[in-house]
């Protein structure tokens, strides 16, 4: 953790910007990672507040790989504006396990905006557009890529969290499947076990037992995708917290 934090602390320094929270995302925050899984930290950051009086468009996210580190961060204004959309990305480094930084109260107030904007229509589509991707990767193969199949699990498991919940989804594998059967999470929790002993290029025997539990998870997203909830929420509480952040940093 240390060294991720050093490489933030670097970007800050080098781009002029303060980071307001960084976390894990990818397998290792989802709760399957393999020995030689990559670290997908993402951040939010911000400028000092004349970087936003620009009447021209400016680069608004930063990219940068390190090593074993797949480091992404956007800008405030940015992610305020994707969270208008119920972007599922952003939800998700919000529900992240793995936090690496966070200033002072950012976290706490952020999370509550989330709880306003989440849509669950629009996160439970994304998912579902995602497994059905995962699913024709893998469909007609005997042998499977375990990333590719807990890809396509974890897709479905949310996409049945969204139509039983109205909450927030958890981001972790553990906490998807608690809805679902004590035998389901036995199956998922053997083969999550057996993802962190091999590397990710292993391939797997698709079995009858693997092929039932994805069938009994489409069943169950089908069977509620059209009864899910929508927001209507406007920009009047996102301009204030933007304003209340960018206010709070002015001597950046």
Known sequence: MQAI??????????????????????????????????????????????????????????????GDFDITGWDLRKSLVMLKKSNTALIERFQSPIEYYAAPGFKDDFRKLVAQFYTPVAVFYHHYSLAKKFW??????DEIKLKAYFYLVRSLLSCNWITKCNDVLPMDIEGLMSLTTEGNRTILRN??????????????????????????FWDIAEAGKNNLGTNSMNYSSLDAFFLKTLYANTNH
């Open 5 to 66: 934090q050093e490489q933030l602390k670097q970007i800050e320094k080098q781009k002029g910007i303060k980071i307001l929270y960084a976390c894990e995302t990818g397998s290792r925050a989802w709760g399957f990672p393999s020995p030689d899984s990559d670290f997908d930290i993402r951040f939010l950051y911000m400028h000092d507040k004349d970087w936003y009086l620009s009447l021209g468009s400016r680069k608004d996210t930063i990219e940068t790989m390190q």
């Open 136 to 141: 024709e990767d893998i469909k007609d193969s």
């Open 191 to 216: 083969m999550v076990q057996l993802k962190a002993t091999v590397g990710e290029k292993y391939l797997h025997q698709k079995d009858a037992v693997l092929q039932t539990l994805v069938t009994e």
